[in-house]
C-alpha cells in the first residue's frame, strides 16, 4: 500500500459535515454480512465515519462490522467508493450506522488520542 495518502487524496477535513474529521493511517479489520473479513486502512475518521483504502471492492458491499483501534466495533454502511491509483485499491466513504453511547465514548477517546498525536 501507499506509504503517504495524501499524494493521492485531497484529506481536506474541513468542510460541510458536521463531525470532525482527523487525518490518520489506521489499520482497522472488517467482516461482511457473508462472513469475509480483512484487512482496511482509515485514512480519516470522525464519530459518524471513515474514509478507508481496502485492496477487497467486495467490502464496500452491504453492512459491515468494522473494527477500530483494539476495542471500537460499530456497524458501518458504505456510501461511495472508487478505485485507488493504480486499481490495485479503493476508496470508500464511510457512514457508522449503529452506535451506542458506550461506542460513542470509546470513539471520542481514540479521536482525542489521534488528535493530539497529529
Not at 474529521?21 to 465515519?49: H, K
Not at 483504502?53 to 477500530?68: H, N, S, V, W, Y
Amino acid at each position: 500500500m501507499v506509504s503517504n495518502w495524501s499524494d493521492f487524496y485531497d484529506l481536506d477535513v474541513s468542510n460541510r459535515r458536521c463531525a470532525t474529521r482527523v487525518r490518520t493511517d489506521l489499520g482497522l479489520q472488517y467482516c461482511t454480512e457473508s462472513g469475509e473479513s480483512g484487512d482496511c486502512v482509515a485514512i480519516n475518521l470522525s464519530r459518524t465515519g471513515a474514509r478507508i483504502i481496502t485492496r477487497d471492492p467486495q467490502m464496500a458491499e452491504g453492512e459491515f462490522t468494522l473494527k477500530i483501534g483494539r476495542s471500537v466495533q460499530v456497524l458501518a454502511k458504505t456510501v461511495w467508493q472508487s478505485k485507488g491509483p493504480g486499481g490495485h485499491t479503493w476508496v470508500a466513504g464511510i457512514h457508522f450506522t449503529s452506535v451506542s453511547c458506550t461506542q460513542e465514548k470509546e470513539l471520542d477517546g481514540l479521536l482525542a488520542q489521534l488528535q493530539r498525536c497529529a
